[in-house]
Every structure is written in structure tokens, then in C-alpha cells.
């Protein structure tokens, strides 16, 4: 048992449940206000969601957005924050938040890093000062920062790799989440487990029974989508959810595909998140009921239907093809901010969708297609 449980301000119901599959209808209670899960969550890494206010944010339907503890920490620093108020007060978002402990950045700089059994060391890629990141640091940066949720300090293996090389990365992040518990001074945010291990089904199962044995809030998966393909995904996710706790929320981190996200929560996941809506957006790219449109080709530029005539976005119910593709030839910053606007709504509304799916028992009938593997 983890010392001084912060669960007191925390809750996790389970309402319903699909009678084929895992899949489950849950409410996540935050000191910030709760979260319908199954839910798709916006990532806001430097404590905005590109190109969005957070009233633009909150029309999208999102509940809860990411902010992230590395990229913080180098700008502004979380004594500027801290100086705010918080997070919440910093960007003007009244929801619940969370925020990564910035192991997956570490995995991202292999280049600049060294790891040791104390932490990690790295050259911030700002002015080339030297940084040291530990358990400790994580959790203290965190505090500061403030979210509802915050992330243990994990380590993330490349994909491929050894099964030795996993091993130990795996073992390292169970006794890094041995400090990050002691290190947490704060009971008003949830402090949650990251599964590791790879591809390697027995590094994932072991890794999962040493997290839940700490009998923290929530836990995630982590470590996947780092190169592996889809199907390895989907067997990790299978095989590692159903050790996690059935009362506690299950994350599975930066995953954000309508039929990684639907496997998954036939499996028992409830959150997800992924910087895919925006970063399509950036790119002149629509999400469009599972499709994905380059709004920039010619054939948009005199297309004057609305982006997607089922859509209740801000983007869809005032504006056309043809404006949006004017925008983004244009390269106007509204073209951007409407698309992230459309793509969040777009993901948002297909968890809705499956929750509402679940709570009718359809949801193994109306996501089928989904739900079978992807033909190669």
C-alpha cells in the first residue's frame, strides 16, 4: 500500500459494461470535476492546446487535457507557475488536468541523455545547459505544476530492443515509482503507475503485478506507439489490462486511432490521449468520420459543403471546404485553429459514441469492423 493514498479526492464508478467484450462505461471523479470515460483527451504540452482558447477547447467536448512536465520545466519553469496559481489558473482551464512526468521525452532525446539508476541527464535542447531529471525531480516539478493527475517517473524503451534491455528499463521504472511515491507531497493530485516492458508479454504482466501492488489511483500503459505496429499494440494492451485494478481508471498513453482506441477499450482502457488532431491540423489535414482529408488539394477549393454535415463543431456549422482550403493555401493561423477545432471535436465524439454504445450493450455489434484485426 502506497503511504498517505490520495484517493480520498479521488473516484472511479464503473456503470456499465459491453456482455462480449471489456469495454465499460466509467466516471472519473477530479477535484476539478469528473471525467465520462470512455474519453479521448487533447494534449496541451506547453499548457495550451495549439491554436485553441480553452472556452474554444471546451466547445470541443473535451473533459480533461494533458500539459506536459519536461517541456514546462525548460519554459517558463514551474516556479512561474507555481507563481500563478497552478496549471489550472496559468492557462485558464477550470477542468481536471494531467501531466506526463517527461519519461517519454527522455526516450525522445536518446541522443542527449545518459541513465543511471539515480535519473537521467541531458542537454536541454534550448541553450545546451546540462539537466538532471530524477524521480524526485518529476514529482516535485509536478506538484508545483499542479494537475489533478500526475505521472510516475518511468523509463521508456526503444522499440526494437533486447529482451535484456527491457528488462532493465522495466525493473528501473518499478523502483523509480518506489521514489516518486515517497517523493509525492500532495494529496490532491493522483499519483499514477506507468506499465512497461516492451513487446515482451512477460515483462508487461511482471511489471503490471509489481505496479498494483502499491494500490495507487489509476494506472497506464505506456510505451507503446514508439514504432511498433498496430497489432503488437493491440496484444500488449489484451494481455497487460486485465492485471490492472477493475476499480481503478486505465490509461493508455499516446494513442489516439479510432481502431487502436476501440481494441483497446474492448479490452478495459478508458483514457487515451495523442497529439494526432492537432498535429493533422498543423498540417492541413481534416479528420472526417474515420478519414483523413488534406484540405489543401484542388478539389476542396470550390467545395462549399461544410467540413462534415454531421458534425455539431464551430468549424462545421459556419464554414465550408472551400473557406477552410482558402485559409490553410493561404497559410492563415484561423485555417489551423479550425481544423484542431473539427479533429478534437471529431475524436471527443467517437468516445462518445462508443460510451453511448456500451451503455445500449451495441457495442460489440455497431464497432465490428473496428474491433477486427486490420487487414495488411
Same mark, same amino acid.
Given at each position: ?9 479521488f $473516484?472511479?464508478?464503473?456503470? /456499465? ?9 466509467g ?14 483527451? #487533447? ?11 480553452? @472556452? ?8 480533461m ?6 517541456h ?44 543511471? @539508476? ?8 534550448? @541553450? ?11 514529482i /516535485? ?68 503485478? $509489481?505496479?498494483?501492488?502499491? @494500490? ?12 511498433? #505496429? ?46 494526432? #488532431?492537432?498535429?493533422?491540423?498543423r498540417?492541413?489535414?481534416a ?14 477549393? /470550390? ?6 454535415? $454531421?458534425?455539431?463543431?464551430y ?45 445500449g ?11 477486427a484485426?486490420?487487414?495488411?
Amino acid at each position: 500500500m502506497a503511504p498517505d493514498s490520495p484517493t480520498s479526492n479521488f $473516484s472511479f464508478q464503473c456503470h /456499465a459494461q459491453c456482455s462480449h467484450t471489456q469495454a465499460r462505461v466509467g466516471t472519473f471523479c477530479t477535484p476539478h470535476g469528473p471525467v465520462e470515460t470512455p474519453r479521448f483527451m #487533447p494534449v496541451g504540452t506547453l499548457a495550451n492546446v495549439k491554436t485553441l482558447t480553452p @472556452d474554444q477547447l471546451r466547445s470541443t467536448g473535451a473533459q480533461m487535457v494533458l500539459a506536459n512536465t519536461y517541456h514546462l520545466h525548460l519554459q517558463p519553469g514551474e516556479e512561474i507557475i507555481a507563481g500563478a496559481g497552478g496549471l489550472h489558473q496559468f492557462m485558464g482551464w477550470p477542468g481536471p488536468m494531467l501531466t506526463d512526468s517527461g519519461g517519454f521525452q527522455v526516450f525522445s532525446l536518446s541522443e542527449m541523455r545518459s541513465i543511471s @539508476d539515480v535519473g537521467v541527464s541531458f542537454r536541454s535542447p534550448k @541553450d545546451g545547459q546540462e539537466i538532471q531529471l530524477s524521480p524526485e525531480k518529476a514529482i /516535485a516539478i509536478q506538484n508545483q505544476l499542479g494537475a489533478d493527475v500526475i505521472m510516475a517517473f518511468d523509463e521508456c524503451p526503444p522499440y526494437p530492443a533486447s529482451w535484456a534491455a527491457v528488462a532493465e528499463a522495466t525493473d528501473r521504472t518499478v523502483r523509480w515509482l518506489e521514489r516518486c511515491i515517497s517523493a509525492h507531497q500532495r494529496p490532491d493530485q493522483a499519483l499514477f503507475g506507468i506499465v512497461q516492458g516492451g513487446v515482451h508479454l512477460d515483462l508487461r504482466q511482471a511489471c503490471a503485478k $509489481s505496479l498494483v501492488e502499491f @494500490d495507487l489511483p489509476g494506472y497506464a500503459i505506456g510505451g507503446v506507439s514508439v514504432g511498433e #505496429p498496430p497489432e503488437l499494440i493491440a496484444k500488449i494492451v489484451q494481455a497487460t489490462t486485465p492485471l490492472l485494478p477493475r476499480h481503478k481508471p486505465r490509461y493508455l498513453m499516446g494513442v489516439g486511432t479510432y481502431r487502436e482506441m476501440t481494441q483497446a477499450i474492448a479490452a478495459g482502457i478508458d483514457l487515451f490521449d495523442c497529439v494526432i #488532431p492537432t498535429r493533422l491540423a498543423r498540417h492541413g489535414n481534416a479528420l472526417v468520420q474515420g478519414d483523413r482529408w488534406n484540405l489543401k488539394n484542388a478539389r476542396f477549393r /470550390a467545395d462549399y459543403a461544410p467540413l462534415d454535415p $454531421s458534425c455539431p463543431c464551430y468549424t462545421c456549422t459556419h464554414f465550408s471546404r472551400a473557406y477552410i482550403s482558402h485559409l490553410l493555401r493561404s497559410r492563415e493561423v484561423l485555417g489551423y485553429t479550425l481544423l484542431s477545432l473539427h479533429n478534437i471535436t471529431e475524436l471527443v465524439r467517437f468516445t462518445q459514441r462508443i460510451r453511448a454504445a456500451i451503455l445500449g450493450d451495441r457495442f460489440a455489434i455497431e464497432f465490428a469492423a473496428l474491433l477486427a484485426p486490420a487487414e495488411n
